[in-house]
Structures are given as C-alpha cells and as structure tokens.
C-alpha cells in the first residue's frame, strides 16, 4: 500500500525556534519521489522541494532543510529560525506511478504550523 | 513552471445546482489532475485528465457528479453537479508533464460553498 503519515497534526512555535515537521511514508516501490508542498491561507499550494528514492543527500534551501531516511522510510522537513510568514499548512506528498507512466500524488494528512511572534 | 488560473475563485451555490470550475495553463501540458480538498482535511485525487480520451476517475468519483471535459492542452474544466453542503471543499487543478514523476504544480483552487 502506498501511503503518507504526518502524525503531527498542529505545531505551534515562537519566532526564530526551529521546528521540524515530521514525514513517513509507505510504498513497495523501489522507485519513487517524496513532495513538500506548503499551503498558506490563501489555499493555493506551493512547490518546496521533490526528492527521489535514489538520493539520499540533505539538502538545504535557505532557511529549510530535509532529511531523507530510507532506511526509517522519513522524509522530514526543519525550519530554522521561524518566522511569521511559514505559518501554513504544510503537505508531504509521494509520487505512484499508475498506468500510462505518469505520476500521481498521494497527500498526508498536512501539519498546520503556526509560529507566533 | 507553468502558471496555472482557475474560474471562479470562489463561488456560494445553492444545494441542488451544479458549477463548472475552468482551469487554465500557460503551456501545453500532457496531464491535468483534479483534486478535492475537503474542510481541514487533505488533499485527494479526484480524476486525472488526458487530452482527447476520457478522464481516469479514482475510487469513490464518478463521471456522472464530476464531469471533465479537456478540449486541448491548456484547458480543462471540472463540473460539480447536483451540489449538496458536503461538496463544500476546495477544488484544485495541477498539472504534470510527460516524465515519470515530475513535481505536480497546483492553481490557486476554488473555494466552493453549498447551501
């Protein structure tokens, strides 16, 4: 079965902690990619990172960085220093590939992160 | 990237009526896919849209409560019909090119709310 857990359902932080929000997913693929979206109020989702199952390099955006386990199946997302503006609701996603060769999305549940001045 | 405009933003109906959601891409795209977002909930594939042959639903839709049409490459359009207060949700359009898993790109979404 494929599937995406984010157990942690809110966060709640104050400016300039870091936060680490939590991804574990499930997938008999040897090959796959892992998504981080962010969804602020406004609704629309926002691009942040895509990895694949081959790569499991750290990598580091800024402020965000990942952290890609595969042998604990994780793929999980840290902000440092947090500010006002990551308060979002943020998704993991990963990548099935159904007939016809392209991918589709399977979403977990999301983390609403809130950081308060 | 591709820059993705969906019609309406947002829209309040009236239980019993149906709405059609256009979703509009600034370049010519292979895959289209339709996503409900309910309530405080995530988000679930609702139908993937080819060009010229008939959209795949997932378990649970069906073609006759969620039409979609995809006339060409930049275009499709969603219909919710016979609307109750439980299709009150955000709906999504994203889209995907022709590699095995390219990161999908969402429009803004519709927010859509059932009397």
């Known amino acids: 079965a494929q599937k995406v857990t984010q157990a942690q359902t809110e966060i709640s932080v104050v400016e300039k902690e870091d936060v680490t929000l939590d991804c574990v997913y499930e997938t008999r693929d040897t090959t796959y990619y892992l998504f981080w979206y962010k969804q602020p109020p406004s609704g629309e989702l926002v691009f942040l990172i895509r990895r694949n199952s081959f790569d499991e390099q750290n990598e580091i955006s800024g402020r965000y960085s990942w952290n890609f386990q595969k042998s604990t199946s994780s793929f999980n997302f840290t902000i440092t220093a947090s500010q006002v503006v990551d308060s979002a609701v943020y998704f993991c996603a990963l990548s099935v590939i159904f007939s016809g060769g392209y991918n589709k999305l399977i979403f977990g549940a999301g983390t609403r992160l809130a950081v308060h001045p | 990237s591709a820059v993705i405009s969906q019609k309406p933003s947002r829209d309040i109906c009236q239980r019993g009526t149906s709405l059609t959601i256009q979703c509009q891409v600034d370049?010519?795209?292979?895959?289209m896919f339709w996503y409900r977002q309910q309530p405080g909930q995530s988000l679930t594939l609702i139908a993937t849209?080819?060009?010229?042959?008939?959209?795949?639903?997932e378990s649970g839709f069906v073609i006759d409560k969620f039409p979609i049409s995809r006339p060409n490459l930049t275009f499709s359009t969603l219909t919710v019909s016979n609307m109750s207060p439980e299709d009150s949700s955000i709906y999504l359009c994203?889209?995907?090119?022709?590699?095995?898993?390219?990161?999908?790109?969402f429009g803004p979404g519709t927010r859509l709310t059932v009397l």
């Open positions: 849209a080819n060009q010229g042959s008939e959209a795949t639903y």
């Open positions: 370049s010519q795209v292979t895959m």
């Open positions: 994203s889209v995907g090119g022709l590699s095995s898993y390219n990161e999908q790109f």
